[in-house]
């Protein structure tokens, strides 16, 4: 499986109106992340356990 056969999804942070608009796929492995207007620079990669840590941090202020 490639990164485009992934099941990408829009975040719900990100905004109708063309501006700061973040992709998220999972795999068994990792949470990849990409930025959608620029799909072509790549994305990044988290370990899952990395990416719960850091979405609690978010939902909690923290950052």
């Given at each position: 499986?490639?990164?485009?056969?992934?099941?990408?999804?829009k975040?719900?942070?990100?905004?109708?109106?063309?501006?700061?608009?973040?992709?998220?796929?999972?795999?068994?492995?990792?949470?990849?992340?990409?930025?959608?207007?620029?799909?072509?620079?790549?994305?990044?990669?988290?370990?899952?356990?990395?990416?719960?840590?850091?979405?609690?941090?978010?939902?909690a202020?923290?950052?």
């Amino acid at each position: 499986m490639t990164v485009r056969d992934l099941n990408w999804r829009k975040s719900s942070y990100s905004n109708d109106t063309g501006g700061e608009c973040v992709e998220v796929a999972e795999t068994p492995s990792a949470v990849l992340v990409r930025d959608t207007q620029n799909r072509h620079l790549g994305h990044l990669d988290f370990a899952p356990a990395e990416w719960v840590a850091f979405l609690a941090d978010l939902r909690a202020g923290r950052l």
